[in-house]
Structure formats: C-alpha cells, structure tokens
C-alpha cells in the first residue's frame, strides 16, 4: 500500500520559515517525481513546487525550496518568510517518470495533507 504522509505543519509568524516534510512507502521512490501543492481556504489548489527523482526541482515560490533523499523516501520543502497568504493546507503528489510537469499532470498518489497558519 502506498502512502505520502506530510508533516511539519503548524501556527508561525509571518516572516519566519517552516520545513514541511513528505514519508512515502510502499513505491520505489526514486522512480517518481514529488510536488507540492497548496489549498487556501474558498480557493483552488495551487502548485507549488516540484522535485524530479535526480533532484531538479522547479519552483512558481522564489521564498521555498525543495530537496530530496531518496535513500529515506523523503522529501522537505522549506518554507522561508512566510506570508499570512501562505495559509493552506499543504499537499505532496508523487508522479512516476514524468518531467516537467504541467498543469494537466495526472499524479499517481496524493498524501493527507498539513496545516500551514501564517499569522500577521
């Protein structure tokens, strides 16, 4: 069975940073691509961030950052100089051997998700 399990989030200020990390199981990790996405309260999801399996990543967020280990099934994104309008609950999706993505990606596995709250 596979499984995305996010954690990391929580209640900050604006302007510090958080790390928000994505576990998988159950797939062969290095074979996927992994993005996050993000849902504000009455608004659509939102892409984020991406990290290839070699670990090229492309970014619509010039304040985060994503890395990977493959070896712990990993992924972190790091959220630096957090905005109130950061606020959402934050998605990691695994895709298999696709790179770039696009708007019409089709990801394999989805996690639960996590809270992130950006206070003014």
């Known amino acids: 069975q596979v499984q995305l399990v996010e954690s990391g989030g929580g209640l900050v200020q604006a302007g510090e940073s958080l790390t928000l990390s994505c576990a998988a199981s159950?797939?062969?990790?290095?074979?996927?691509?992994v993005a996050w996405f993000r849902q504000a309260p009455g608004k659509e999801r939102e892409f984020v961030i991406a990290v290839k399996w070699d670990g090229i990543s492309m970014s619509v967020k010039d304040r985060f950052t994503i890395s990977r280990d493959n070896s712990k099934n990993t992924v972190w994104l790091q959220l630096n100089a957090l905005k109130p309008t950061d606020t959402a609950v934050y998605y990691c999706?695994?895709?298999?051997?696709?790179?770039?993505?696009?708007?019409?990606?089709?990801?394999?596995?989805w996690g639960q998700g996590t809270q992130v709250t950006v206070s003014a």
């Open positions: 159950g797939l062969t990790f290095s074979n996927y691509t």
């Open positions: 999706a695994a895709v298999s051997g696709i790179w770039p993505l696009t708007p019409r990606t089709e990801y394999d596995y």
